[in-house]
């Protein structure tokens, strides 16, 4: 999809950081590196080209800090990012290979319910009472909608 799109040739830079992320994996070494450069010069371009690159071999999280300057607390927004991510991959119908479904939606739940803890501690609000709540009111349209069509 985006080599399509790639008018100032950069494939060739994505494919130089997919190769470095396969050594680095095959060498089981951590690592990590920083795209820089000035506004609007392509950045988010080749994270979302090397995202495409790799996704079938690797897991990959994508969190854009911009995107996502909504908490005081950015581990709670990270962890959320996260789970979205798992519960996303483990809903496609042919995910990558390295997949685990039932692995990855309780890691989400894990997440989910860690950040509404975190959350709760720094605010006092309760997420998960909040959410039990809306189900409940959801159940209810539902039940009411499907009961009204017989």
């Not at 994270?47 to 690797?58: A, V, W």
């Amino acid at each position: 999809m985006y080599t399509e799109l790639d008018r100032l040739n950069r494939t060739d830079f994505v494919e130089a950081l997919a190769k470095i992320i396969d050594k680095k994996f095959c060498d089981c070494d951590g690592f990590s590196f920083a795209i820089d450069g000035r506004w609007g010069c392509g950045k988010t371009f080749i994270i979302n080209m090397l995202e495409e690159r790799i996704k079938d071999k690797y897991l990959v999280i994508n969190f854009n800090c911009w995107k996502y300057d909504y908490h005081e607390e950015p581990v709670v927004t990270i962890m959320s990012v996260i789970a979205d991510t798992l519960n996303k991959i483990a809903a496609e119908e042919n995910p990558p290979k390295f997949v685990n479904k039932g692995t990855f939606k309780n890691i989400a739940k894990f997440l989910v319910d860690t950040s509404a803890e975190l959350f709760e501690a720094g605010t006092n609000i309760d997420l998960l009472r909040i959410l039990e709540l809306g189900k409940k009111v959801i159940n209810a349209e539902y039940k009411d909608v499907i009961s009204s069509c017989d």
